[in-house]
Structure formats: structure tokens, C-alpha cells
């Protein structure tokens, strides 16, 4: 036994990739089948595969190729069947789930960040924008996770180096932009009060994290699999709130990355959330097309349960109001 690994995996790998395999404390570091193939006498190799959880991510490749995910897409890649039970633990996952030792949760240092006050009458632009955006609800502005109105004093007491954009623009962002802090402290996203403006947001990135940082909001169920991705921060705001998609009894939590990059999300999940084979809810921008999610579904299905979309027919997005919700299951098979 290796990790969560039975001894049948590690001559499995061998069998496969080559006997050029190391075994750290954390990971197991071979050959990738994607990109590596032909490099036999390398004395590195890209593809680490974390011997605390059943998850694998290439270093080379990973981001622009299917090589990362969940480990049944490595076996079935190297033997043509998704043999879990026979090469891992699943008692030896769960005792690891419940200790809370997983290798990329080690590998996170969130730096611990202060925040300014959420000074109402201050910045009272940035408030009714704040409220407007949330539909005027009796949320409590400063209980938002990772809100910012005070830019320039965030950055200060904070201790974070500006970038030229930011050097340049800093008042500009301290009287027009609100906030957003990423839940593992790598990124700032700033969002312009100003509908009409064509500098509409910013991403202030000030830390590191293996995959695409996320906005996140916790739901009422952490222990759930179901999740709620959205394209925008106050779209998931908006079914967080009011619940348009009559998820929230049931969901573990809600994440934007304010981009459509769901397969980024998704393994970013699996990795900082420690959730295998979530189910995975989207609201979607009107404009995008549901081929795009099939793409998504059809490379993410060895790390999926399930994936429904829901578009909001009455408006653009889920910020629109009113909102009727059109639900469209899409196949992972």
C-alpha cells in the first residue's frame, strides 16, 4: 500500500510509463501519457499524482490538455477501463477526507489578509451600487465574504505591491470600484460602479494557487456534492439569495471565477474543495450556447455526477430581473 494506492497501482503505472517512477512523501512523479511519451530518457518528469487523494495534474501539459482530474481519467487512459476498486483505497480516501490531510490542502498557505471596514456612508456610491446589484435585499453588506470598498487602504495594510495598472489608476479604483476577494487570497477582483463605463473590472492577482482561483459563498450544506458555478460574482449572488433555481437546500457552496472557465473550476474543486464527482450546477449567460457545456461535460465526465444548466429566459443572466428558469440536464455519458 501506497498512499491510497494499492501495490497493484504503482506496477501498473510502471507497466505503462516506464520504470522511471519516484515516490515522494506526497506524490507519485512519472511519465505524462499525454505529452511525455517519447521522452525515455528524461530525468524529470511532469505528471503528479497525490497520494492523499484520487487526483492527478500534469505540469506540462495540464492546462491546455485533459491530462489532470480525477484518477479513474488516468487508468482509463493507460488501460481502457476505469478499475478504480482495484488499484485504490476507498476506506484509506475517506480516513484521509476525514483527518484532513490531503496533499493540496497542505500545499495551500492562504496569506491572512485584513479588511477595511465596510464604511456605508463613506463610499455611499459603492453601497447603493452594492445594493442595487443585490436587488435591494436585507443582506447585511459586511457580512459578504472578502468585500472591499476601501481600496487603497486594503492594499496597505495588507502589505501588497502594486501592479503598474493598479500604480497608475489608484484613485481611480478607490473611488469607482468595489472588491472581491478569491477564497484562497490570490486574487482582488475590482468591479466598476459605473455601468457605462468600458473599464468594467480588474483582476488583481497578489498570490499563487495551482488552479484558477474562485469568489466563493457557502451554502447552508458543506457536506453536499452539489455546487453552483456561475460566470459572474452577482449572478451567483442572485440565486444565493432568492434561490432561483431551488437549489439551496442542497448545495455545499456557490463559486464564480468571473470568467466561463468551468473545466478551470471544476478541477480547482476537486483539488482546494476536496469534492469527487460533484454535481454540478451552472447559470449561464443567455449568449452562451449549450454545445459549450457539452464540451465541458464531455471532457470533465470521469470527475462529474452530473451537470445541469439553467438559463434565465426572461434576461441576459441571473442578475437580470425578473427570472424565469429553463433547467437543461446535459449528458456526461
Excluded at 29 to 43: F, S
Excluded at 289 to 302: G, I, Q, T
Excluded at 322 to 329: G, K, L, S
Aim: contains cysteine.
Amino acid at each position: 500500500m501506497i498512499g491510497i494506492y494499492q501495490d497493484s497501482f504503482i506496477e501498473m503505472l510502471k507497466a505503462n510509463l516506464g520504470e522511471n517512477i519516484k515516490i515522494t512523501n506526497k506524490n507519485i512523479i512519472c511519465r505524462c501519457p499525454w505529452c511525455e511519451m517519447n521522452d525515455a530518457d528524461h530525468d524529470h518528469f511532469h505528471l503528479w499524482i497525490s497520494l492523499n487523494a484520487p487526483i492527478f495534474n500534469c505540469f506540462h501539459c495540464g492546462e491546455t490538455s485533459p491530462a489532470k482530474g480525477p484518477i479513474t481519467k488516468l487508468i482509463s487512459k493507460l488501460t481502457g477501463q476505469e478499475t478504480f476498486e482495484k488499484y485504490v483505497d476507498k476506506s484509506k480516501i475517506e480516513e484521509m477526507k476525514t483527518a484532513q490531510i490531503s496533499v493540496e490542502r497542505q500545499a495551500i498557505h492562504k496569506q491572512e489578509l485584513k479588511y477595511p471596514d465596510i464604511n456605508e456612508s463613506l463610499f455611499p456610491q459603492k453601497t447603493e451600487y452594492l445594493k442595487n446589484r443585490l436587488k435591494y435585499s436585507d443582506i447585511n453588506l459586511s457580512t459578504l465574504p472578502g468585500i472591499v470598498f476601501d481600496v487603497s487602504m486594503f492594499l496597505h495594510i495588507n502589505k501588497l505591491t502594486m501592479d503598474s495598472v493598479l500604480s497608475a489608476n489608484l484613485q481611480h479604483f478607490q473611488n469607482n470600484f468595489v472588491g472581491f476577494v478569491t477564497e484562497n487570497h490570490t486574487t482582488l477582483i475590482l468591479r466598476n460602479i459605473d455601468p457605462k463605463s468600458e473599464f468594467r473590472y480588474y483582476k488583481f492577482k497578489f498570490g499563487e494557487s495551482r488552479f484558477l482561483d474562485y469568489y466563493k459563498l457557502k451554502g447552508i450544506h458543506p457536506e453536499s456534492t452539489h455546487i453552483v458555478l456561475g460566470e459572474g460574482i452577482f449572478d451567483i449572488y442572485s440565486d444565493y439569495i432568492f434561490d432561483l433555481t431551488g437549489l439551496k437546500n442542497k448545495v455545499a457552496f456557490y463559486a464564480s471565477a468571473n470568467s466561463n472557465k468551468y473545466m478551470s473550476v471544476i478541477n480547482s474543486v476537486l483539488y482546494h474543495e476536496q469534492i469527487f464527482r460533484p454535481n454540478v450546477h451552472i447559470l449561464s449567460d443567455k449568449g452562451i450556447d449549450l454545445e459549450f457545456y457539452k464540451r465541458v461535460a464531455y471532457f470533465s465526465r470521469y470527475c462529474l455526477e452530473s451537470m445541469t444548466v439553467y438559463y434565465n429566459k426572461l434576461g441576459k443572466d441571473f442578475n437580470d430581473t425578473p427570472c424565469e428558469v429553463e433547467v437543461i440536464p446535459i449528458d456526461i455519458t
